[in-house]
């Protein structure tokens, strides 16, 4: 059935995924006293456009509508009801109408997402460390959401995917802290928030091993 495109829009991300930009000039080695005139003249040739946007998606720090979402303050779990109202009739291709408009239904009945969302601050250094040393770095069936921080910076430290998620994303899925993890279980979706250690615990419980 078509209600995948139904969960795609619900659950899709603002994708900004650095594609190929092509070749954007070669390297020469300077052999010659006029090296200086055959660079200007192979600068002229370069298609600055590609540079100004590879620098433009370098330097993308998220969608305009991002939110703050503030740390997981305790490690908690909780089940989000994807069901969805139509906002407009969905015609038969007929003359009649398939789904009117109000009909409600839950995707997650008709398909499955076989996704697992990985949703952090990109911004926190801690949340990155923690996604970097964690059980979903590197694994194929997870996609990590962004809900601020460079593209670009990001892309190089975790050599992942990178894609964002937008203010519809986050109060579609309750997303309320982060780091968390979504997963779909059955008909619903599971927010798993994960605490991290403050900075001043890892100090005195270092403390307190020092001492013994």
């Known amino acids: 059935m078509k209600f995948l495109l139904v969960v795609l829009a619900v659950l899709a991300a603002s994708v900004v995924h650095a594609g190929n930009l092509g070749t954007v000039g070669a390297m020469y080695e300077i052999a010659e006293k006029d090296a200086l005139a055959e660079i200007e003249d192979r600068a002229r040739n370069i298609d600055w456009s590609k540079v100004i946007k590879r620098k433009q998606i370098e330097d993308y720090d998220g969608p305009r509508d991002r939110v703050t979402l503030p740390r997981a303050a305790r490690d908690r779990s909780f089940a989000v009801d994807m069901t969805w109202t139509l906002q ?3 015609p038969d291709g007929k003359g009649g109408i398939l789904y009117p408009k109000g009909y409600r239904f839950n995707p997650l009945e ?3 997402f076989a996704k697992t969302l990985v949703v952090i601050n990109g911004n926190d250094p801690e949340q990155v460390k923690w996604f970097a040393g964690s059980e979903y770095k590197g694994r194929m069936d997870v996609t990590v959401l962004l809900t601020e921080g460079q593209y670009g910076k990001l892309g190089k430290k975790l050599d992942v995917p990178l894609f964002y998620a937008n203010s519809n994303i986050i109060e579609r899925l ?3 802290a982060v780091p968390s993890v979504v ?8 927010v798993h928030e994960f605490p991290l250690p403050s900075k001043r615990s890892r100090d005195v419980s270092g403390k307190r091993r020092g001492s013994r």
């Open 110 to 112: 008709y398909v499955t």
């Open 88 to 90: 407009m009739d969905v």
């Open 183 to 190: 997963r779909q279980e059955g008909n619903v979706m599971v």
């Open 174 to 176: 309750q997303l309320s």
